[in-house]
């Protein structure tokens, strides 16, 4: 975690700030600061799981997409192939996913939720649905739906 994510997470910000600073006009900035907030309580949730965001938007993957490769789930989550195979190796060793060899190519391997996995993330969905709704809640229903739609804009090709 960086300094500045350190110091919005314990809520130190520096009460003589101008208030005409270029940080006000940068979304980036304040797509930090918003990032920042939302993300502290979702990572409290999920490490009551032992999991990390990464871990579940991965569970999240698998799940809408059962025997995607691990390259696959790499371009997804827009990390490199060894970050993902230490990401499937965690997900397996919690017992919340598997590997299944592929019957056309021997050599490559299908990921899956088990049981157990399918569970937990019935849970988490609802429980991380609440947490958003929660982190969200000074915006009207509309303003979160255009919030929504204007992000998707900005990261969408």
């Known amino acids: 975690m960086s300094k500045l994510e350190r110091n919005l997470e314990a809520g130190n910000t520096h009460s003589g700030a101008r208030s005409d600073s270029i940080l006000d006009d940068l979304v980036g900035y304040a797509l930090k600061r ?28 698998i799940d809408e997409n059962p025997g995607l490769m691990q390259a696959d789930i790499g ?48 849970q988490l969905r609802l429980e991380v649905r609440a947490l958003d709704a929660a982190g969200t809640a000074r915006l009207s229903e509309s303003e979160r739906t255009e919030l929504l739609r204007l992000l998707k804009k900005v990261y969408r090709d």
């Open 75 to 122: 371009v997804q989550l827009l990390i490199e192939p060894p970050q993902v195979v230490t990401l499937v190796n965690r997900l397996e060793k919690l017992g919340l996913a598997m590997r299944v060899r592929c019957k056309p190519d021997k050599r490559s391997y299908g990921i899956f939720l088990s049981k157990q996995g399918e569970q937990t993330l019935r």
């Open 34 to 61: 918003a990032h920042v907030h939302l993300n502290k309580s979702l990572a409290s949730k999920l490490a009551e799981y032992d999991l990390r965001p990464s871990q579940f938007t991965a569970m999240l993957i």
